[in-house]
């Protein structure tokens, strides 16, 4: 808000917005501190999106605190939009990027805990599985986006989710509005969520209306739904604002006019 404020660009102000939440090491599931894989290696997924349609991702990228910012360099400095692994790290690194370990004690800890059963279980609104998805909004209206997640914890090594995927982890159309999704990627891919949300608002509906109704086709998508967790945030061009989930416990922050209000989103099941 504080880029906003002063005139700064939504891109610069989503990509800075989500870095907070990245280098929070007390945070299992994004950034430093993200829960690893089940062999206890740290992947993150990010992604961003401009005002214009340019876009960037990094899929399971290991040892860089900032996901975020890497995926924007591969939008602006690459003719790609999606690298991965080795090549995404290697990339950072020649970015000026430092290589970090970003397994923290805890979450080493709580790895070889969960290693003694290795039961493999994403427990709705435990700290299983997370997201941070951003959308913004600066003074000249313009719209920008950004995702970022070190995943399920415990996931097959080389595992990627909705997050850094553009269209299913967020979505931005400078005309219409933005998406972003958290849950289950599996199942959000399905309904590529994040660019069905924005299309329904193109369509006519309100935001919240819009999440509610991508929610709606997330479930018919996927027989099991009582037992995941999926949920969206919109924003629209006017700044209207909407987040509905298939479970109670979804939460989401609203900054505007200088008040930030956390806002509990509705929701399917009880
Ligand atoms: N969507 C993330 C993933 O599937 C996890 C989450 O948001 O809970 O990797």
Redesign the pocket.
Known sequence: MKILDSGGSALDAVEAGVMVIEADEKNT?VGIGGAPDRDGRVTL?ACIMAPDGSCGSVCALEHIAHPISVARRVMEKTPHVILVGDGALEFALSQGFKKENLLTEESKKAWEEWKKTSKYEPVINVEM???IGMITIDKNGDIAGACT?S??AYKMQGRV???PIIGA?MYVDNEVGGAA?????EA?IRAVGSFLVVELMRNGRSPQAACEEAVARVVKKYKDYKNIQVGFIAVNKDGETGGFSIHKGFSYAVFSNGKNEVKEGTYLIE
């Open positions: 599931s997924d599985h997370d997201t997640t995943g399920l989710g909705d997050s982890g999704a958290t849950g289950l990627g959000v």
